[in-house]
Structures are given as structure tokens and as C-alpha cells.
């Protein structure tokens, strides 16, 4: 079965440091792969997505995320983070359009000011 | 559009009562599904609807839990009775398409049952 592990629970770094968070998925071949960030108290909101094509995808807020098929890797990035990107990241995966959603445990990011 | 709307927000039981969750999804969707979210298991798919038929219900823990969508504005997940074990966050969530595109969540209703 198709899982996705996000091996650090938390994270923390300074403001205006880079950020990454990694995502590693356990498939045969590429799944669909999101990323969405929770704020405290809120649902979750997609910050970006990858069905296929440019490995390196842009999404909101600043982040981008690169598809790495031979490390079967989604890492999230940032190159300079704020107080606000404070949350719970997820990362998820679909087999394919019509397939259900599975989200990774999660990584909550701190920023130190 | 307002977004996904659940209510309550928060919500106290004892164990052994009956508890609904309500949700509204957002107009034009097609696609509604139930999450449960806790420190132990993370986020979890109970159930998801697509134009109100329910198609997979498979992460419904027991027969305690039911979900039903009589209409494309409004579904409810419904706990009888309530254990201590229910405790979590749910969420509902709703999206336009097939469902793994883009999904709206609502602020989710925390469920403590005591």
C-alpha cells in the first residue's frame, strides 16, 4: 500500500532562515503529491501540488517543492521564513486522480524570532 | 463564498450520548469527505461523498459512526453512542473535481467526550 512518511515531527528555525521540510512516499510508480500547511485552529489549505512535468513546483505563500523520483522525495521549501509560516505541514499522496488522499503524519514548523 | 462551515466549533459529551457534526460544503462542489484528526494517528479519511452518494466508507472506524448527505449543501457525522476514544478533531472538507484535486477544509469541530 501506498504510504507517505514525513520523518521529522518538529522542526524549528530562525526567521528570515531557509526552510525544508522532507516528504518521502512509498510507491512503484509517481503518485499525484501535495503539500498543505494547517494554522493553529484551522482546516487545511493547499499550498501546492504535482501531477507531472517541471519537477519543481511553485505553490503559495512563497514555497516551492521539488519531485525527486529516484529518492521518491517531495521536499517543501522556503528560502526565507516568517513568523506567520508557523503551522502544521502535510504532506500527501494520491495514486492517481481517482484515488483518495493520503496525508503524512505531519511536521510542525517553530520560528524563533 | 464563505469556505467549508462545520458546526459546533467545539463540542463536550459524556460518554454514551449521541453526537452530530454538521457540515456545509461549498456550492458547486461535488465532492464532501469526513476527516478525523488526532496526535496518535494523524489525519484520517472516515468517509467521502460524491453528489451525496457516499462511495467510500471504509475508514468509518465502527458501526457507531454514520454519515449521511441528504442534499448537496449540508452532511452530517453522526457518533452513537460517544466513547472517550472519539476525541479528536474532525474535519470536512470539500473540492470541485475528482477529489484529488484541490480540497477545502472547514476549521473543524473538536470533540472531547468525557
Known amino acids: 500500500a501506498q504510504s507517505v512518511t514525513q520523518p521529522d515531527i518538529h522542526i524549528t528555525v530562525s526567521e528570515g532562515a531557509s526552510l525544508e521540510l522532507r516528504c518521502n512516499y512509498s510507491y512503484g510508480a509517481t503518485p499525484y503529491l501535495f503539500w498543505y500547511v494547517q494554522s493553529p485552529g484551522q482546516g487545511l489549505q493547499l499550498l501546492l501540488k504535482y501531477f507531472s512535468g517541471d519537477t519543481l513546483v511553485q505553490g503559495i505563500k512563497g514555497f516551492e517543492a521539488e519531485f525527486k523520483r529516484s529518492q521518491s522525495s517531495f521536499n517543501l521549501r522556503k528560502p526565507s521564513v516568517h513568523w506567520s509560516d508557523a503551522a502544521e505541514y502535510f504532506c500527501a499522496v494520491a495514486l492517481n486522480r481517482d484515488d483518495k488522499i493520503i496525508f503524512g503524519k505531519g511536521t510542525r514548523l517553530h520560528i524563533l524570532p | 463564498d464563505a469556505g467549508v462551515i462545520q458546526s459546533p466549533r467545539h463540542e463536550v459529551t459524556e460518554m454514551g450520548q449521541e453526537v452530530t457534526l454538521r457540515c456545509k460544503p461549498i456550492?458547486?462542489?461535488?465532492?464532501l469527505f469526513w476527516y478525523r484528526q488526532t496526535m496518535m494517528r494523524g489525519l484520517e479519511l472516515l468517509i467521502y461523498f460524491n453528489n451525496n452518494v457516499p462511495i467510500d466508507d471504509s475508514g468509518m472506524p465502527e458501526d457507531r459512526f454514520s454519515a449521511k448527505m441528504p442534499n448537496a449543501s449540508f452532511s452530517t457525522l453522526k457518533i452513537q453512542p460517544s466513547e472517550p476514544r472519539d476525541s479528536a478533531v474532525y474535519f470536512c472538507a470539500s473540492s470541485p473535481q475528482l477529489h484529488s484535486y484541490e480540497q477545502y477544509f472547514g476549521p473543524g469541530t473538536r470533540l472531547t467526550v468525557t
Open positions: 456550492s458547486g462542489h461535488d465532492y
